[in-house]
């Protein structure tokens, strides 16, 4: 399973693949024409109050991890984590989109990792 990540504002290329955007909110100031995406699954992305939390505690990164991770055990996660992982099996190449700033540490990383775990 070939997992990529990139910027929701970067221009979509061939080479990614089928696009998944993994953030609870829409891109600010980008069209859905223009973002080029092909699935939105919000129901993997961290939920609002954690999402929150981490934009205002960046230098929490490794407990953002690990909070982020939980969430995605949970129950009302696995319908979205389920059709994610469906797509990664059918695709060649699957691209987790983002739209945080900082492209090192965001929720993107931490799915791909989980996901790649699994």
């Known amino acids: 399973m070939a997992i990529a990540l990139k910027r929701v ?3 979509a290329t061939a080479g990614d693949g ?16 223009k973002a080029g995406v092909d699935e939105w699954l919000r129901g993997v992305a ?12 960046p230098e929490e990164w490794a407990q ?10 949970a129950p009302e996660t696995q319908r979205d984590l389920q059709q ?3 797509l990664a099996r059918e695709r060649k190449r ?14 993107a990383v931490v799915l791909r990792d989980f996901l790649e775990e699994k």
């Open 9 to 11: 504002y970067e221009p």
């Open 46 to 57: 961290p939920s609002n109050a954690l999402r929150k939390w981490f934009h205002a505690n």
């Open 64 to 73: 953002f991890r690990k909070r982020y991770r939980k969430e995605l055990s």
């Open 84 to 86: 994610l992982r469906a």
């Open 94 to 107: 699957l691209t987790l989109l983002f739209s945080s700033r900082n492209e090192e540490r965001n929720n």
């Open 18 to 33: 089928y696009r998944v955007l993994v953030d609870r909110l829409w891109p600010r100031g980008l069209s859905k024409a």
